[in-house]
Structures are given as structure tokens and as C-alpha cells.
């Protein structure tokens, strides 16, 4: 049983660049999020999702995509990346939405040069 | 949508002693609170949860007690052991979408 994977581990963009963190998780839970984790602001919302094909925006969507075409993956993709998106990434998922626990998986740190 | 304020942003703790770190939030209708540790390099990690229909949980020597009224809740360490030594995060959720709102985290040191 893995739990919630996260690949890659680390990346590094250069401006304007694209690309997809993956988000994977083999306990059938319907809820998942993508958070971003920056020094003194705690972990914040980018964008979840309720179930497959049903996705919304979080407190900081803005420069991020992301689809749900099954219950297992969630990935994110950055657009055109920009250095304010220099940060740790961390997608999580729940059983029971966000009034359960949340498994995190092992993040993403992406530097944007 | 909830705001969810954290206090203290550093604590530091002599082994031994007790470590309380609390937070408000600001959505009447939120109803369930979890703590999540995070250790240096880690990813978060829920540690212990509460739900509005109860005002103290315990798990040896963790506890959260929870004010409705005032509407803040506290994460409380006792026995501190350097084990303990890391970044503590609080929760809420928002009444009316699935979104979970977090503090800004408290890191805790524990001095052996």
C-alpha cells in the first residue's frame, strides 16, 4: 500500500517553462488537493477535487491547472513557470473530504530560475 | 471563507516541560480541527484531530481542547521530548465548499 505518490521529487524550471507534478494514491479516496508550502505562510490551497472530472479553484490557483479523469490521479501542471512559483508542493488526498485525515504525499521542490 | 490565525510562529521548550500552541479561526460553522506535525524535510502528518461535539481529546501526552464559543482551539504537549521538535500546523475546514484551511505553523524546539 503506498499511499499518496508524488513524482518528481526535485525540479528545477527555468521561466516560462511548463510542466505536470503527478499525484498518484491507491486508497480510493474521492477528496484530493495540491497545496503549496512557502517559508511562513504555512500550506496553501492551489486546487482540490470531490471526485473524478469535478475540480475547484483553491486560495492560489492562479498560473496552475489541474484535471481529475480518474479517482487515482490528480496532477497539477504550471502553465508558464514563473519564479514566484518557486516553492514546496505537496498533494494530499482524504477519504472523507477535508473532515478526515489527510495523507500528504512526499512533496515536490521546485526551483524556478 | 475561513481564516485560520496560529500562534505562536516559534517556541522553544526546555526538555521536560509542556508546549501549548493555539489557533483561532473564524467560520462558526467549521467542525472539525486536526494538528499535523511536519519534520524537517517531511511531509505533514496528522498527529491528532477534534471534532466540534467534544471539548478535549487525549492521546498520551498530546491533547487538543477546543472553545466553541471563543472559537479557538490548542494543541498541548506535555513531558516534551526532542523527538517533538518540529513544524506544528492547525486546521479548519470552510462551511459550504471542500476547502481546508491551514495556519501558518508553529515550529517547535525542543532544548535537551
Known amino acids: 500500500n503506498a499511499g499518496v505518490t508524488q513524482t518528481p521529487k526535485f525540479q528545477v524550471l527555468k521561466t516560462g517553462q511548463s510542466m505536470t507534478l503527478q499525484c498518484a494514491q491507491d486508497?480510493?479516496?474521492?477528496?484530493m488537493s495540491w497545496y503549496r508550502q512557502d517559508p511562513g505562510m504555512g500550506l496553501r490551497l492551489i486546487h482540490y477535487?470531490?471526485?473524478?472530472?469535478?475540480?475547484d479553484q483553491g486560495e492560489v490557483p492562479n498560473g496552475y491547472n489541474v484535471s481529475r479523469s480518474t479517482t487515482e490521479d490528480f496532477p497539477l501542471r504550471l502553465l508558464s513557470a514563473a519564479p514566484s512559483q518557486t516553492s514546496v508542493y505537496f498533494c494530499a488526498s482524504s477519504s472523507g473530504y477535508t473532515r478526515t485525515e489527510a495523507f500528504f504525499g512526499q512533496g515536490t521542490r521546485l526551483t524556478v530560475v | 471563507g475561513e481564516n485560520v490565525e496560529q500562534h505562536p510562529s516559534t517556541l522553544s521548550v526546555q526538555e521536560g516541560d509542556s508546549a501549548v500552541i493555539k489557533c483561532t479561526y473564524s467560520?462558526?460553522?467549521?467542525?472539525?480541527f486536526p494538528w499535523y506535525k511536519q519534520e524537517l524535510g517531511k511531509r505533514p502528518q496528522l498527529i491528532i484531530d477534534i471534532r466540534s461535539n467534544v471539548g478535549e481529546k487525549k492521546d498520551q501526552r498530546i491533547a487538543v481542547t477546543l472553545n466553541k464559543t471563543a472559537k479557538h482551539f490548542s494543541l498541548h504537549i506535555t513531558e516534551t521530548q526532542p523527538e517533538d521538535s518540529a513544524v506544528y500546523f492547525c486546521?479548519?475546514?470552510?462551511?459550504?465548499?471542500?476547502?481546508?484551511?491551514f495556519g501558518t505553523g508553529t515550529r517547535l524546539t525542543i532544548i535537551p
Open positions: 477535487s470531490v471526485g473524478a472530472g469535478i475540480t
Open positions: 486508497m480510493n479516496h474521492e477528496y
Open positions: 486546521a479548519a475546514p470552510n462551511f459550504g465548499n471542500e476547502k481546508l484551511t
Open positions: 467560520d462558526s460553522a467549521s467542525n472539525y
